[in-house]
């Protein structure tokens, strides 16, 4: 069965620096991988996906994340973050057969200015 | 276009009643998922309806929940005598194909259920 897990519950970055939000999975074979944004009375928004090829995908808002199959991660990231950022990001992992996501249990961004 | 809609936003019941929870999808899109998000935690699968069938009901927690599709758009959620562990946010989504690889799937706001 696949599983998720998001280190961290909370994050608190400066407006302008960089971000990297952690997503470890497991999962016995290649996953589809996604990262989704919540943000307060809004519903979940795909970010961007791995589904396979290169490594490193590029999504919407400037975010892109890393697919490493030998640290079982898919991190997403930021160069430079905006206060419109600040919400809370989900990991998922689906199996290629499948019809269901699993998902992480979130991180909550939070921006200071 | 319209996104997916979920009625009603916010939904308080007691102890032992029972709920429907409502979801229109975007249309024509023939996939349409269901899932709970408890508080603090990431959304968890309930079902999975291709069209008017439900393909995959293997995440409902018990027979108190049951979700139909009767003409492939509309669906509804129902619970039976609630329980105060039923309180969740219960998100649908939609999406134009089935399978986590075919097309991505468009959240609604979910509905919030609190349960007295």
């Known amino acids: 069965a696949q599983s998720v897990t998001q280190p961290d519950i909370h994050i608190t970055v400066s407006e302008g620096a960089s971000l990297e939000l952690r997503c470890n999975y497991s999962?016995?074979?290649?996953?589809?991988l996604f990262w989704y944004v919540q943000s307060p009375g809004q519903g979940l928004q795909l970010l961007l996906k791995y589904f396979s090829g290169d490594t490193l995908v590029q999504g919407i808002k400037g975010f892109e994340a890393e697919f490493k199959r030998s640290q079982s991660s898919f991190n997403l990231r930021k160069p430079s973050v905006h206060w419109s950022d600040a919400a809370e990001y989900f990991c998922?992992?689906?199996?290629?057969?499948?019809?269901?996501?699993?998902f992480g249990a979130g991180t909550i961004l939070r921006v200071k200015s | 276009g319209a996104g997916v809609s979920q009625t009603p936003s916010n939904k308080v019941t007691e102890k032992g009643k029972y709920v429907e929870l409502r979801c229109d999808p975007i249309s024509g899109h023939t996939a349409l998922y269901w899932y709970r998000q408890s508080l603090g935690q990431g959304p968890e699968f309930l079902i999975y309806f291709q069209g008017t069938g439900a393909a995959d009901d293997s995440g409902l927690p018990n027979d108190r929940f049951f979700a139909v599709r009767p003409e492939g758009s509309v669906s509804t959620l129902k619970i039976q005598r609630t329980e105060r562990g039923d309180s969740a946010v219960y998100l649908c989504?939609?999406?134009?194909?089935?399978?986590?690889?075919?097309?991505?799937?468009?959240f609604g706001n979910g509905t919030r259920l609190t349960v007295t």
């Open positions: 998922a992992v689906g199996a290629r057969e499948g019809n269901k996501l699993v």
């Open positions: 989504a939609s999406s134009l194909h089935g399978g986590v690889y075919n097309s991505p799937l468009h």
């Open positions: 999962y016995g074979a290649t996953p589809y």
